[in-house]
């Protein structure tokens, strides 16, 4: 993969959307690379992030825009296309930043082999997000999990950003035995999330996007992993979901997607966030 000549940055790096904290481009996640170079940035009118997070496709045969079968090919076609968004995802990254990296069960391994011969990354913590709502299977047990991988990219002399204090949640000793020696600010959470996925039925749902996160499940991991100030990072902007985790906390947000329809939502919708506070 190369990158865009300087002479055609003004087009290809030009943002499709960029107002108030938020900046949008429409990049592929293995080009996203070239962002390290510092005039790219400039022209883009980013910085490089603090938390870079990443959810990809999952080579199941969900249509993003370009059918089915664009996200049906070969596991070692897929395995190696993981392997170039993740070091274009490392690249980008800023010293001493983190990398989230969501993956479903079947390519989990393959996501772990990555990271752990990517010298600059240290591994922080393997994250289970249990979803509580499942579809059914006739003949196995439900699959109720994704795996997020997170990874600390080394900087000498540098400590990872962690605010344990941010994401506190009441425990069980609050809440089931009133125990009095529980700590009055509750406990970090485990590396077990158990976050309800964000189900058709629900009002944040949106009718533009095949798959949507929660905001509660990427808020932990902004309140977590970032500060006041700092540049966020979607690899797979998708439904923008990312964004508006991390607005809210006073975070920038850039967002890299390829598709059209996507990007014009998404742009609508942090649009009327920033103007009427609704999405």
Request: hydrophobic content about 40%; some cysteine; aromatic content about 12%.
């Amino acid at each position: 993969m190369t990158c865009s000549k300087l002479e055609d940055v003004s087009q290809v790096y030009h943002p499709v959307y960029s107002a108030n904290d938020v900046t949008l481009l429409k990049i592929p996640c293995e080009e996203v690379r070239c962002l390290k170079d510092s005039l790219l940035r400039r022209r883009a009118g980013i910085k490089r992030p603090h938390l870079v997070f990443a959810d990809p496709p999952y080579n199941l045969g969900v249509d993003y825009g370009k059918g089915k079968v664009a996200d049906m090919v070969a596991d070692e076609d897929f395995s190696q296309v993981l392997w170039e968004w993740i070091s274009a995802a490392v690249i980008f990254l800023k010293p001493n930043g983190v990398l989230a990296w969501m993956i479903s069960e079947q390519y989990a391994d393959v996501v772990s082999y990555v990271l752990e011969r990517t010298t600059t990354m240290e591994k922080v913590q393997h994250i289970i997000w249990h979803e509580t709502f499942h579809t059914y299977h006739e003949r196995t047990f439900p699959t109720a999990h994704r795996h997020i991988f997170i990874y600390h990219k080394k900087a000498a002399g540098e400590l990872m950003t962690w605010n344990p204090d941010a994401i506190r949640v009441p425990s069980a000793r609050q809440l089931k035995y009133k125990d009095k020696r529980a700590n009055a600010r509750g406990r970090v959470p485990g590396s077990v999330w158990t976050i309800s996925r964000t189900c058709g039925t629900f009002k944040a749902r949106v009718n533009w996007h095949p798959t949507q996160l929660p905001v509660a499940l990427l808020e932990r991991l902004v309140l977590a992993f970032s500060n006041t100030g700092d540049t966020i990072a979607d690899m797979f902007c998708g439904s923008g979901t990312m964004g508006l985790a991390a607005l809210p906390h006073g975070r920038r947000f850039v967002g890299f997607e390829i598709n059209d329809d996507y990007l014009r939502e998404c742009a609508l919708m942090f649009y009327r966030f920033y103007h009427t506070k609704e999405v």
